[in-house]
Nanobody, 125 residues
Framework: QVQLEESGGGLVQAGDSLRLSCAAS????????VGWFRQAPGKEREFVAAINRSGGSTSYADSVKGRFTISRDNAKNAVYLQMNSLIPEDTAVYYC??????????????????WGQGTQVTVSS
């Protein structure tokens, strides 16, 4: 089992930046790909970004491409989401989650096994 804990959320203004962290414990973290998802009030959970187990491949939702960057440090059992040029539409609870795969990138949440509790990001206009 993998335990995940997100941090780094907060209230910011449009145009600001935030860096979310996802700390993992439990089974060997480097065996898992990791994704970030978000859920805004009244909306379904949506894919934001994912990174494969080695960190050599990433994928982004069109809505965040060019503004967000996902990275990982397997030595620290951590994954990060650098969010720049934030806009009010980015307001949501952000979750990190893990999936088991050797090389693939997964953007559908049904592939993900373990989830964190989420961290709130609020962007004011």
């Amino acid at each position: 089992q993998v335990q995940l804990e997100e941090s780094g959320g907060g209230l910011v203004q449009a145009g600001d930046s935030l860096r979310l962290s996802c700390a993992a414990s439990g089974r060997t973290f480097s065996n898992y790909g990791v994704g970030w998802f978000r859920q805004a009030p009244g909306k379904e959970r949506e894919f934001v970004a994912a990174i494969n187990r080695s960190g050599g491949s990433t994928s982004y939702a069109d809505s965040v491409k060019g503004r967000f960057t996902i990275s990982r440090d397997n030595a620290k059992n951590a994954v990060y989401l650098q969010m720049n040029s934030l806009i009010p539409e980015d307001t949501a609870v952000y979750y990190c989650a893990t999936y088991m795969s050797f090389y693939a990138i997964r953007i559908v949440d049904t592939y993900y096994d373990y989830w964190g509790q989420g961290t709130q990001v609020t962007v004011s206009s």
